[in-house]
């Protein structure tokens, strides 16, 4: 146990330090197997054997599949769809960009891709528009968090694998919680708006002609819009399994982009999945060094120790998740969501176990944290990479991020982890889970 704390330290200095995160935890299992005596050539195999099982393939597929998305012209026309119901209000082109990312979500399931496409068409068209730099900043930086809980996830899917648990069941468990989520930050920012007079809003059109608008912009981003229902109805329906959606996902974006869009060309088609396998490549290092170090986590019992030491501390369940919040904030901060779900289910899934919990609702616990992990200072990955696309230093947009975190997210979290059944519902209710 006391070698676990020691690598663990090891591997935040060296993030901390701006060590890429794969070598950073590549040090750290590496020094963690030697130090506990460890064959490191028997933990290889196993590293391997893990990081290339089917549901993973899942994850490129994904990543790829938000990229093309990016370039072929498929969130632009999601972004338009939206503003045609909700464009022309107060504090309506903040919702635009809030549920437009929860719309990316349940393609991409990745919140960097969400930053990476929303945010470079949303952030400048919001300032042209009047709204603060820093909280249009803000406000990309938190919505992009719901990639997490807007299924497929990403992160979702290797906390199944690293867990054992379905990844239908982690899937739906973070639905409600998401749409709650978007409704909060919807309503935040209209009422952190009403005040500013500088915001240009355009007059309401009749409704006729609303009307006109909602169907020509729906015409328009209707090959858009039918991507999540294939995606989600095909693993829902029991047709594809997360994966096999994946690849459809995949081979359905080229030929939007290519040919109906035209938004990408044969060349930039070549570059974005040039983009696709290097991202993939830092995330399957980062992972592939996370599972030799959960294997000798395991050989060690670290878990059971974990769990135990947890347990003495109190036996009250409330008290206890209340801790592993704050650590799962913890890890939120300092490295990117899909390591920190790894983390997450090798280190407190045999304490939640211990604890009676399900281990599907504690994936929703999982994805709501460790996005608010994403966007809270000191580390906080999204909010920087917000930050690098509207090129505004931190005290510009800190405190607009801070107001969304303290009013919208940190009660989500309570509200997630305190009452099961909102990420247990859906579960039950379409894939007949027992717990």
């Known amino acids: 146990m006391t070698l676990f704390l020691i690598a663990m330290l090891v591997i935040i200095v060296l993030v901390l330090m701006e060590v890429p995160v794969a070598f950073a935890f590549g040090i750290g299992a590496v020094f963690f197997a030697y130090t506990t005596g460890n064959d490191i050539s028997f933990l290889i195999p196993h590293g391997f054997k893990t990081a290339s099982g089917f549901a993973l393939i899942a994850m490129p597929l994904f990543i790829f599949a938000g990229l ?37 979500g349940a393609i991409s399931g990745s919140s960097s891709a969400a930053i990476a496409a929303v945010g ?93 608008g909602v169907v020509k912009s729906g015409y328009n981003a209707w090959f858009a819009l039918l991507m999540p229902v294939i995606i989600l109805g095909a693993i829902y329906s029991g047709i594809a399994t997360p994966t096999e959606a994946a690849a459809i996902a995949v081979i359905y974006s080229i030929p939007v982009g290519l040919f109906i869009y035209k938004g990408m060309s044969i060349k930039s088609l070549g570059s974005v999945t040039v983009r696709a396998v290097t991202m993939t490549g830092s995330i399957m290092a980062v992972l592939f060094f996370l599972f030799i170090m959960s294997r000798a986590m395991i050989l060690e019992q670290v878990p059971r120790d974990l769990a135990n030491a947890l347990l003495q501390i109190s036996e009250n369940k409330y008290v206890l998740l209340l801790l592993i919040n704050l650590l799962l904030l913890v890890i939120g901060m300092i490295i990117d ?40 200072p000191p580390c906080a990955p999204m909010l920087y990479m917000a930050g690098g696309v509207s090129k505004l230093s931190l005290d510009r947009y800190i405190s607009p991020t801070m107001k969304f975190i303290l009013l919208g997210h940190l009660p989500m979290v309570f509200i997630v982890t305190f009452i099961p059944e909102i990420s247990l519902y859906l579960p039950k209710l379409l894939m007949g889970y027992g717990g």
């Not at 899917?157 to 899937?171: D, E, R």
């Not at 899909?338 to 504690?362: E, K, Q, R, T």
């Open 68 to 104: 093309l998305m990016a370039e072929g012209g498929i969130s632009e026309r999601l972004l338009n769809f939206v503003n045609s119901f909700v464009g022309r209000i107060k504090g309506g082109l903040g919702a635009v960009t809030v549920l437009t990312c929860a719309l990316f």
């Open 120 to 212: 470079q068409i949303m952030i400048p068209r919001m300032v042209q528009e009047g709204y603060p730099p820093g909280h249009a900043t803000a406000l990309v930086a938190c919505s992009s968090v719901l990639a997490l809980l807007i299924p497929p996830s990403i992160p979702m899917i290797v906390f199944s694998i690293a867990g054992g648990i379905s990844v239908g069941a982690a899937f739906l468990s973070t639905i409600i919680p998401g749409i709650m989520l978007a409704i909060i930050y919807c309503v935040l920012n209209v009422w952190f708006l009403r005040k500013d007079t500088n915001i240009k809003v355009d007059p309401p059109l009749p409704f006729k002609q609303a009307a006109k």
């Open 337 to 376: 969501d899909i390591s920190g779900s790894v983390l997450a289910a090798i280190i407190f899934l045999p304490v939640i176990n211990a604890l009676g919990i399900d281990p599907v609702h504690f994936a929703a616990v999982v994805g709501v944290n460790l996005g608010l992990g994403n966007i809270s």
